[in-house]
């Protein structure tokens, strides 16, 4: 029997082509976040605010899908935002974020459940077909709600399949549909031009009820989420995944706007509305007129632009729409309690899969219970706020988590898609995304009360159960055994040593001492175990006795000394390991070694040291031959000004030996920009261990920068220099002189590299 810690085994069958998950996504997106998001827009933010909403929130929808679309194409998996969260921030945050999707998908489930109850009451109360029927009409509403929901939960129960052709036929009839609402528009203004006065005033309310519509129509733009979900079942995910999205996104923003625009100049000013035959009201401003149905403002707009085919092909549409847009919600739903069933963040029958049917039934049964419960005991307009507020959160932490994994793990993931620009579209859609969630509370209190009451509930769910049952994933990072020691608590000086090597891990803590001393620091020892890449994870603890025992033999030297603590770790990727370690344990400086040699390719010293000296949020040491029983009397410190040659400077202060020592600050000049060397030591005394007067300084001048450097180098003992803040990348056209002379000296040589400033507090904590 399968322990409880153990992963879940389950198949989804691959069966979706980029046709249908399209179509999946443009079922969610146009369906009753339109319909029922018009009216309500138009009433508070006027015509031309109406346009504005769905436009810009068209603009803001593009910048999500793009990160959705680079993640999906890296992870293919059933769960989107939840699995992009687990790489990106670790267990809790991933648990939340899946909970956070569960439920904004089933909560918009449930809104498209009562919004096609609503308009299919309202349309046969008008031809007097259910006047028989006991009741008032909300609970008829409810009780038709929680009729069609349970239609397709069992529709979803068949399979991914039937779910895929069933929704592309009802979205197929839904676009058509609203299309031809919008193409009626243009041909009626292009008759009567007179109606664009409709749009006069564009914005009687200015932006920031613009700003409130925005957020809450937003749930009708989330049809991405859903195509993120269908990884495991669609066929060639890296590539038709991204493509899905981006294509459903451009369809349905021009679709808003066109919809939206037929909505303003359905009704000219001064038309008279009849009822049994009497005039009962004059539109003196339609868009007043058309705002002051609320949910069903839409079908009355149109109701006056085709008298006769208006209220049955609003009908027709807000059908399709809604059943389609109820079918995918249901999906991507099922999906993520699936996935968190399959990581035992939620109990394993979660992710038992349907013999016969090859779909998570147990995650369906629970979805269920969601969606009808919602549909049947909240008001309209709060779910729909509800579930706009839960996908704002969850868009705002998926576009934190692209900027963190590409930073991360951008070299470790094969990208079926990479957003253009990158990271300016994530940190715009972050700030739009923030003011939108604030100024939704303007039209709905009970959204900003039922959207956190969900997030606490599961961070208890969490502490309780998820914490201790969930399992380890290939990417993710382990630790295998950790020791902190008792007084390790407070604040104070943090160092953190990776003992990568365990034959060479005494002659880097030797030198280690010396700085922990210099800074009364505490130290803690990591090691990073290296597990062969084929190798199943389960196996990381037999390949860390080697790593461990290095371990212990440094503990010995320092643990004396020093409050000392250990830890071993596995990362499939030791650079993501050692910066992940850094950042959790709150480190003031990092110590590497570094062996020297390089195999090539965009790396100037190594695929582990050069992630980790451009991503490590604190202070890094890496110290190349600077073990046995060496002495620095000498010590050479080349600069050409920055934080890194500041640090460079206190580094050398603190490992040359005694008084007597000698500490060059060394410069070339090439003759573009003099830098003065002199001022430079002067600035920074106040850093140097011993003062001013053990540095002196000395300059050349020459074009060849590294060969001055290598010369100078020969009568030292040891070379300590700043690190470049070149990325990786831009280093292929133009090797860096730092990493050069790093590469080719041939005497012990430590570089370093500074935090601070707001990269270094972006980094830290983003």
């Not at 267990?91 to 459940?113: N, P």
């Not at 929901?149 to 592309?168: D, P, W």
């Not at 369809?251 to 359905?266: D, E, G, H, N, R």
């Not at 909240?378 to 779910?383: A, F, I, K, S």
Request: proline share 5%; hydrophobic share 50%; with cysteine.
């Amino acid at each position: 029997m399968a322990s409880d810690r153990s992963p879940v085994s389950s198949e989804l069958s691959r069966e979706l082509g980029l046709f249908q998950i399209t179509m999946m996504g443009l079922g969610m997106m146009i369906g009753a976040g339109l319909f029922i998001g018009i009216g309500k827009s138009i009433h508070e933010a006027g015509s031309g605010g109406l346009l504005l909403t769905f436009a810009l929130n068209g603009v803001i929808a593009i910048m999500t899908a793009m990160g959705y679309a680079e993640l999906s194409s890296a992870i293919p998996r059933a769960g989107g935002a939840y699995n992009f969260a687990r790489l990106a921030f670790g267990r809790g945050t991933s648990f939340t974020a899946g909970w956070m999707e569960w439920f904004a998908s089933s909560v918009a489930g449930s809104m498209y459940a009562v919004v096609f109850s609503i308009y299919a009451i309202e349309y046969l109360g008008g031809l007097g077909w259910i006047g028989w029927l006991p009741g008032e009409r909300v609970v008829q509403e409810r009780i038709l709600a929680a009729l069609v929901a349970s239609l397709f939960l069992y529709v979803n129960y068949r399979g991914a399949s039937e779910t895929g052709r069933i929704g592309a036929l009802f979205t197929i009839g839904q676009t058509l549909f609203v299309v031809l609402i919008g193409i009626v528009g243009l041909v009626t203004v292009a008759r009567d031009p007179a109606r664009l006065e409709n749009f006069k005033p564009f914005m009687p309310n200015g932006w920031w009820k613009i700003l409130a519509t925005m957020g809450f129509t937003f749930v009708a733009f989330e049809g991405y989420e859903v195509i993120a979900q269908a990884g495991d079942e669609t066929i060639e995910p890296r590539k038709n995944l991204p493509k899905a999205m981006l294509y459903s996104v451009g369809i349905v923003t021009v679709t808003y706007v066109l919809v939206a625009f037929a909505t303003v100049v359905c009704v000219r000013a001064g038309t008279e509305i009849v009822e049994n035959g009497k005039v009962v009201a004059v539109v003196d401003e339609p868009w007043r007129w058309i705002g002051s149905f609320g949910a069903t403002g839409f079908a009355a707009a149109v109701g006056q632009l085709m008298r006769r085919a208006g209220p049955f092909l609003v009908t027709l549409a807000v059908i399709f729409a809604s059943t389609s847009a109820l079918n995918a919600t249901i999906f991507s739903a099922t999906r993520t309690a699936y996935a968190l069933g399959r990581d035992r963040m939620l109990p394993g029958a979660f992710a038992r899969i349907s013999q016969k049917r090859k779909t998570p039934w147990v995650a369906l049964l629970a979805t269920a219970a969601i969606v009808l419960l919602v549909a049947t005991a909240l008001p309209v307009m709060d779910v729909a706020s509800s579930a706009s507020i839960m996908f704002i959160f969850l868009f705002l932490l998926v576009n934190l988590c692209v900027i963190r994994i590409r930073r991360n793990m951008g070299d470790e993931l094969a990208y079926g898609y990479v957003m253009p620009l990158f990271p300016l579209p994530p940190l715009l859609a972050v700030l739009c995304l923030g003011l939108l969630a604030l100024h939704l509370f303007e039209l709905s209190w009970l959204a900003w009360v039922t959207a956190p009451a969900w997030i606490v509930a599961g961070l208890v769910v969490y502490r309780l159960y998820s914490r201790s049952h969930a399992v380890a994933t290939e990417d993710e990072i382990a630790i295998l055994e950790e020791e902190r020691a008792p007084e390790d608590r407070g604040a104070g000086y943090r160092i953190t040593v990776a003992v990568a090597n365990p034959a060479n891990a005494l002659d880097l803590v030797r030198n280690t001492y010396r700085l922990a001393r210099s800074k009364d620091a505490r130290v803690e020892l990591l090691h990073m175990v290296p597990v062969p890449p084929l190798a199943p994870l389960a196996d990381a603890e037999r390949y860390m006795l080697e790593g461990k025992e290095g371990v212990v033999e440094a503990m010995l030297y320092l643990a004396p000394m020093f409050p000392l603590s250990t830890t071993l770790r596995y990362c499939r990727n030791p650079a993501r390991g050692i910066v992940s370690a850094v950042r959790e344990r709150r480190a003031d400086l990092l110590i590497l070694g570094w062996h020297g040699a390089v195999r090539g390719g965009v790396f100037q010293l190594g695929s582990t040291v050069d992630p980790v000296i451009e991503r490590a949020p604190c202070d890094v040491v890496v110290m190349k031959d600077c073990g046995g029983d060496r002495s620095f009397r000498r010590v050479l410190v080349p600069l050409a000004g920055g934080p890194n040659g500041a640090l460079a400077l206190e580094i050398a202060s603190i490992l040359a030996e005694g008084e007597a020592s000698e500490i060059v600050a060394f410069t070339v000049n090439t003759g573009r920009a003099r830098f003065d060397v002199d001022a430079f030591v002067r600035e920074n005394e106040g850093r140097l261990a011993g003062g001013a007067g053990r540095v002196s300084t000395a300059a050349v001048r020459a074009r060849d920068v590294v060969g001055s450097i290598l010369r100078e180098a020969e009568s030292y003992d040891l070379v300590v220099l700043g690190s470049t803040r070149v990325p990786v990348l831009r280093r292929l056209s133009s090797p860096p002189v730092p990493e050069t002379v790093a590469r080719t000296c041939a005497k012990p040589l430590v570089m370093v590299k500074a935090a601070g400033g707001l990269t270094g507090w972006l980094s830290r904590w983003i």
